[in-house]
């Protein structure tokens, strides 16, 4: 069980950028694959994008060639590069390793909000 604090967030145009951290704690993070969620008001949250513990990724359709993760094991720390945002990507955006469920540990999240 590891702490989770997302950071990075915050109100951009379409088309813009934003860079989001996950500094997590605990030594399982070097060995446990992460990912980025996120949930917009009324739906369920879904993994848009994961990354092994060897640096292979994955991404959701609807993120694919505009998000790269990324981790530096030595920081426990997961990242997100967000670029040409669209207003559907407006969610908050929670890290925590890809197959978690609702009754596991979760951080406060970090709101993305894209206006048009």
């Known amino acids: 069980q590891v702490q989770l604090v997302e950071s990075g967030g915050g109100l951009v145009q379409a088309g813009g950028s934003l860079r989001l951290s996950c500094a997590a704690s605990?030594?399982?993070?070097?060995?446990?694959?992460m990912g980025w969620f996120r949930q917009a008001p009324g739906k369920q949250r879904e993994l848009v994008a994961a990354i092994t513990s060897s640096g292979s990724t994955n991404y959701a359709d609807s993120v694919k060639g505009r998000f790269t993760i990324s981790r530096d094991n030595a920081k426990n720390t997961v990242y997100l590069q967000m670029n040409s945002l669209k207003p559907e990507d407006t969610a908050v955006y929670y890290c925590?390793?890809?197959?978690?469920?609702?009754?596991?540990?979760w951080g406060q999240g970090t709101q993305v909000t894209v206006s048009s």
């Open positions: 605990g030594s399982i993070f070097s060995i446990n694959a």
């Open positions: 925590n390793h890809p197959r978690a469920r609702g009754r596991d540990y």
